[in-house]
């Protein structure tokens, strides 16, 4: 069967995609499109042309698993030239083609859209360029269609930020002719025989660029340009400026030769590769265990949140912008007064920044109801525990959450070091307990990890999942094991920074490597911001149990700044200094003092240290405990931990996670970095048993 249909009504030719769940343009639709359109031209019947999408889009763009075929530059050339010389055909159609847009029409299916004649679209759809966000640029036409339809600003602002126009904004950009408040179709049927009366015909290649606009599109152009830092995590943005450019300065033809050209060179880069990895291992990480027939996943009406701390609070806040009433409870109306007043300070600043109107901030907070008893609990459909991290206090609200809940209520914990399985347990109901993690502050952080106990049920990880989607949430199922897997990761990563510094390297010159490797900001600057007690009361924890630490030796900086009441900027000082109400991290001469005091007592000389030592330490440390993490089953998938590290700790999403990055690098090099580290520095550096194995194998991807 094609996956275009074919029908003439009154007149129209109604051309619909059918390839589920999104319409992705793969060769085989585009060449369906192609004959298709031929057929309508050619069909004495038709007197105009309606091209749309079956289902729930217009068209999400061309299918993104094709790319990895295209390895050398020369097929990506190819593969576009296609695309290119299809859509000019399109385009030349002799019968008035109209795009009905509903959904979204994106990447390619925008650009389709861009070479009909007209289009029409529904009030909710979205249009818009992210190949940015796979490390590429539109590569059949858009960079050089869009300025011709919309102007240099809005073409760069498209093509550059990846962000899509709603319906309202495409239409004040030209971008869309009409949007269609009832029936699309009927709409678009009506607009397109209107168009045929008329004789009319909008070939968007053969519109003029207005001369007196060139200028300021240049000068956007520049600016946009100058606002870039060079490198490879820039490659696609700085391409699509040059390709946008192009489509200014160039004739149609000469622009898209040289389009066709950029976007052949993004295709084939690692970063592109990487960015691709994280959208498939993004939608992998959240895709829905397989369920007994009959049992569907529980959808969250109503929620409560035990514990109206920092966490809880944020919690709260998730739930009430995703739309969903929530109970926040505590022990008393002061603590609840506290907490209601930053989270209206929070709603406050949001709508000062203009990010939400003062109407939208009432209406969101209105959904939170402070209590202080279980009263209202028995109509919730699932409690997330947020009270202090202290094993009795969580086992004994677990207990109490069992006598005032519904029998299939979730019952979830936030804990970030406590055991899953204990507190299951002590609820009675271990199938319907799971972890929550969420990570500070819970409502702008995206990565939420959901712990799966010995026995919680599948219907409970895949009402989860469900759940963490719709608060906009990126959910990784993970295993019960101390730390699960952000955190364990995130202290192999710190060890190995504050070892570096005890070897010699500065607190300033660590961040910068890791800062230039593409991390947001550097171990040291990370933990000036979450604040140094968090991590220091785990270790006090840690110890109060007598647990050992299995990443090896830890220096005793941090607990010495713990001691020196440096907590990070929430205390003006932490592994730098802030000067009053700035940001701004100064060195500090008491680190190297701790430093190399702690160099002496492990009778460490301090040396020279060159920033790759630091890149490939740190990021070894990182790949060689993610096999171990797999290894021991607590993540299902590479591509679970590079979710994880990328979303939780900001891991350069153009080196595609520690594991793909680890790929990138090649097996082999990496674990013969971590035998190399063995023989320096002790056997905490032993390679992992699933990293051998891989290696041994000859296997080149970690996920096989
Ligand atoms: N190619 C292949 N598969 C795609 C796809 C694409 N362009 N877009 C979505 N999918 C798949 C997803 O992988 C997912 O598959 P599974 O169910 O197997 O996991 C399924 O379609 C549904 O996708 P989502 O889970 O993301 O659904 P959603 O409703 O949350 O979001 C969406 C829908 C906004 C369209 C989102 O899927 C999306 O952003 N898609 C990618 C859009 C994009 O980047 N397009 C540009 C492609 S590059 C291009 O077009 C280059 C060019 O110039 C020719």
Redesign the pocket.
Same mark, same amino acid.
């Given at each position: 069967m094609s996956t275009v249909h074919y029908a003439v009504i009154d007149g129209i030719a109604v051309l619909t995609i059918d390839n589920p #769940?999104?319409n %992705?343009l793969g060769e085989e639709v585009w060449t369906a499109v192609d004959t298709a359109v031929a057929r309508a031209v050619a069909d004495p019947a038709a007197t105009a042309i309606v091209l749309t999408g079956a289902g729930r889009?217009f068209v =999400?763009? %061309?299918? @993104?698993?094709v790319f990895e075929q295209l390895t050398t530059v020369e097929r990506a050339m190819e593969r576009s030239a296609y695309?290119h010389a299809m859509l000019c055909r399109l385009e030349d159609s002799a019968k008035p083609l109209v795009a009905a847009i509903h959904g979204?029409a994106? !990447?390619? !299916?925008l650009?389709l859209a861009l070479a009909c004649h007209y289009r029409v679209a529904t009030p909710d759809a979205r249009l818009g360029q #992210?190949?940015v966000?796979?490390g @590429?640029i #539109? !590569? =059949?036409g !858009?960079t050089q269609r869009l300025p011709r339809l919309c102007g240099v600003d809005v073409a760069l602002r498209l093509c550059t930020t990846g962000t899509p126009l709603d319906a309202a904004a495409a239409l004040a950009a030209h971008l869309v002719d009409l949007v269609v408040d009832g029936d699309l179709l009927q709409g678009a049927r009506q607009f397109a025989g209107e168009r045929a009366s008329a004789q009319a015909r909008r070939p968007t290649r053969e519109l003029p660029i207005p001369a007196d606009s060139i200028p300021a599109g240049l000068e956007a152009c520049r600016q946009a340009r100058n606002a870039v830092a060079p490198g490879p995590a820039n490659r696609a943005v700085l391409a699509a400026i040059e390709s946008v450019e192009n489509g200014v300065t160039l004739p149609f033809d000469a622009g898209s030769v040289r389009e066709r050209e950029l976007f052949a060179e993004c295709v084939v880069s690692t970063e592109s590769r990487a960015l691709r990895h994280l959208f498939?291992a993004e939608?992998d990480a959240a895709?829905l265990p397989s369920l007994p027939d009959g049992v569907t996943p529980r959808t969250v009406a109503r929620a409560a949140v035990v514990g109206a701390g920092t966490m809880g609070s944020g919690i709260a806040m998730v739930f009430a912008n995703a739309g969903i009433p929530v109970l926040l409870k505590d022990v008393d109306d002061a603590t609840l007064d506290r907490s209601l007043a930053t989270i209206r300070g929070t709603y406050d600043s949001a709508v000062q920044k203009g990010r939400l109107t003062p109407e939208g901030a009432e209406r969101t907070l209105a959904l939170i109801t402070p209590v202080t008893t279980y009263e209202q609990f028995g109509d919730v459909d699932l409690v997330v525990e947020a009270v202090f991290e202290d094993l009795a206090l969580k086992t004994r609200t677990f207990a109490e959450l069992a006598g005032v809940t519904a029998a299939d209520c979730i019952l979830a914990t936030n804990t970030s070091v406590l055991d899953v399985d204990t507190l299951a347990k002590a609820s009675g109901r271990p199938a319907q307990v799971v972890g929550h993690h969420y990570f500070s502050p819970a409502h702008l952080m995206s990565l939420h990890e959901i712990v799966r106990g010995r026995q919680t049920s599948p219907a409970v990880v895949a009402a989860s999942l469900t759940l963490a989607r719709r608060l906009g949430k990126v959910p990784v199922v993970v295993g019960n094991a101390f730390g699960f897997v952000a955190n364990r990761m995130l202290a192999y990563y710190l060890r190995e920074a504050h070892l570096l510094l005890e070897e010699g390297a500065s607190v300033r010159q660590i961040d910068a490597a890791m800062t230039t490797f593409g991390f947001p900001v550097g171990p040291f600057a990370m933990q000036d911001i979450a604040g140094l007690d968090v991590g220091a009361r785990i270790r006090q924890h840690l110890r109060s149990t007598g647990r050992r630490r299995s990443e090896g030796p830890q220096s005793e900086i941090p607990d010495r700044l713990f001691e020196l009441g440096r907590y990070g900027q929430k205390t003006g000082a932490g592994w730098y200094r802030y000067e009053p109400g700035s940001r701004t991290p100064l060195s500090d001469p008491i680190i190297d003092d701790l430093a190399h005091e702690a160099a002496k007592r492990r009778r460490i000389v301090r040396r020279d240290i060159t920033d790759e030592e630091i890149v490939s330490r740190v990021t070894t440390a990182l790949a060689n405990e993610g096999c171990n993490v797999l290894g021991d089953r607590i993540a299902r998938r590479a591509s679970d931990i590079d979710v994880v590290y990328c979303h939780g700790f900001g891991f350069p999403r153009h080196r595609g996670g520690p594991m793909f990055h680890a790929q990138t690098i090649g097996l082999p090099t990496v674990l013969s970095r971590v035998q190399e580290y063995e023989a320096r520095f002790g056997d905490y550096w032993r390679p992992s048993p699933l990293l051998e194995k891989l290696v041994t194998e000859g296997r080149t991807s970690i996920d096989g």
């Open positions: #769940p999104v %992705a889009t =999400a763009g %061309a299918d @993104i698993t695309t979204h994106l !990447g390619g !299916g650009e #992210p190949e966000s796979l @590429i #539109p !590569g =059949a !858009g498939f939608r895709r």
